[in-house]
T-cell receptor, first 112, second 112 residues
Framework: KQEVTQIPAALSVPEGENLVLNCSFTDSAIYNLQWFRQDPGKGLTSLLLIQSSQREQTSGRLNASLDKSSGRSTLYIAASQPGDSATYLCAVPPAAGNKLTFGGGTRVLVKP | DTEVTQTPKHLVMGMTNKKSLKCEQHMGHRAMYWYKQKAKKPPELMFVYSYEKLSINESVPSRFSPECPNSSLLNLHLHALQPEDSALYLC???????????FGPGTRLTVT
């Protein structure tokens, strides 16, 4: 059974600092990995999706890496801003099927 | 347009009421999902529809009844709910199996 872990559970940084968010998974037979952002009481916003054949995916200040062999993905957010404060979740579907397994999330606070 | 819409935004219902949650997408996606999310927890999958047919039911109690009238619409019918069913209910859609999921803003349900 796939297990997805995100450490730390919470993170507080001053504005301008780079954010590094970690996601680990136990079964490397994944089809892709998706990073989401969630603001309190709101739905999930898809940030990046990395296919299992990719090592990296970039969108603006966001960069996500994927190392299937070690079961890890990292989301980097450059030059953090207070508006980046949110919970960030990673999720993986199994190689067959479309059921996402989510990590517990990392709550990020960027202080002005 | 990558929008998934959900109505209502908020719903308060008694344990004897019958209500429905609605979800709509116009992206031509063929897979649609219902998730339940409790406070400070990741979303939990409830149901998956693929090509308007129920493909996954995560052993959800029968007081939750999904319906997919057409490829753009997904309903969740609620009956005789319990207070512990109070949560944020999220709808999502994707092009197909193992592709990027897009989430709606959710319906905040309170059962009294």
């Amino acid at each position: 059974k796939q297990e997805v872990t995100q450490i730390p559970a919470a993170l507080s940084v001053p504005e301008g600092e780079n954010l590094v968010l970690n996601c680990s998974f136990t079964d490397s037979a994944i089809y892709n990995l998706q990073w989401f952002r969630q603001d309190p009481g709101k739905g999930l916003t898809s940030l990046l999706l990395i296919q299992s054949s990719q090592r990296e995916q970039t969108s603006g200040r966001l960069n996500a890496s994927l190392d299937k062999s070690s079961g890890r993905s990292t989301l980097y957010i450059a030059a953090s801003q207070p508006g980046d404060s949110a919970t960030y979740l990673c999720a993986v579907p199994p190689a067959a099927g479309n059921k996402l397994t989510f990590g517990g999330g990392t709550r990020v606070l960027v202080k002005p | 347009d990558t929008e998934v819409t959900q109505t209502p935004k908020h719903l308060v219902m008694g344990m004897t009421n019958k209500k429905s949650l609605k979800c709509e997408q116009h992206m031509g996606h063929r897979a649609m999902y219902w998730y339940k999310q409790k406070a400070k927890k990741p979303p939990e999958l409830m149901f998956v529809y693929s090509y308007e047919k129920l493909s996954i039911n995560e052993s959800v109690p029968s007081r939750f009844s999904p319906e997919c009238p057409n490829s753009s619409l997904l309903n969740l019918h609620l009956h005789a709910l319990q207070p512990e069913d109070s949560a944020l209910y999220l709808c999502a859609s994707s092009q197909g199996m193992e592709t990027e999921q897009y989430f709606g803003p959710g319906t905040r349900l309170t059962v009294t």
